[in-house]
């Protein structure tokens, strides 16, 4: 699987206008559950908060309903970045195009972090967990919205087959872009269990880490706090 930051990039800002269209339709409307499901954990967490890989600031809007604090929202897609700007007036929501994995802040600043759909993208997830760990007051939630595949013999079997044939069809019709869509499906089947992630995360030095399985198993929910 290609995990180069410029094709992932590149990528990224290609299907920018068609990215939250798909997003719906491909998970059949299930994509704004999950995104609320985060935002009513961060609704009474303290400011500021830190949305990472924040894309046109889907999630990032949907915190911001519930917490109407300071929220950074970072991508390193400028595209995403200005294409979802006209969203963001009358907020405090504030832009930053930077790198997950070098976060441009100082230590222990967020009371909380959310990443959706993100952290299966970055090369060196080691290194990104612990610069969240770093930038995260103590006691700081940070929350992981990501792609899982499902435990069930037989979904799980009619899910591989909606990823391998459904999905990047979907794709290429809504933005043109089969590759792109290749490129998910092939990251989500790679992508490491809820035990490795949970693995990482302790040994980034979060505690209290905690794993659900949303919509049958399709996506997992991560919660784990700075001690």
């Known amino acids: 699987m290609k995990q180069d930051k410029k094709f992932i990039k590149k990528k990224f800002d290609k299907i920018v206008k068609r990215y939250d269209i798909v997003n719906l339709i491909a998970s ?7 995104r609320k499901k985060v935002a009513n954990i961060l609704k009474n967490v303290s400011s500021p908060l830190l949305d990472i890989c924040c894309g046109p600031y889907t ?3 949907q915190i911001f309903k519930k917490n109407k604090k300071e929220i950074f929202a970072l991508d390193f897609s400028f595209g995403m970045l200005l294409y979802g700007k006209k969203r963001i007036t009358r907020t405090s929501i504030y832009p930053v195009c930077g790198d997950a994995e070098v976060l441009p802040f100082k230590d222990e600043i ?13 090369p060196n997830k080691e290194i990104a967990l612990k610069e969240f760990y770093r930038v995260l007051k103590k006691g ?9 595949l499902p435990t069930h013999r037989i979904f799980k079997t009619l899910y591989q087959i909606y990823l391998k044939n459904y999905l990047p ?8 872009d089969k590759t792109a869509y290749l490129y ?12 490795k992630i949970k693995e990482l995360l302790i040994n980034s030095g979060f505690n209290k880490v905690e794993h659900i399985s949303l919509t049958m198993g399709i996506v997992s929910l991560y919660t784990a706090y700075k001690n």
């Open 110 to 122: 967020f009371g909380g972090i959310s990443i959706a759909f993100g952290l299966r993208n970055l």
């Open 184 to 195: 998910l499906v092939e990251s989500i089947q790679k992508f490491s269990s809820s035990e």
């Open 59 to 61: 999630l990032t809007l």
């Open 140 to 148: 700081g939630i940070l929350i992981i919205l990501e792609f899982s």
């Open 169 to 176: 069809f979907l794709g290429w019709l809504l933005t043109g």
């Open 28 to 34: 059949f409307g299930q994509d704004k559950i999950w």
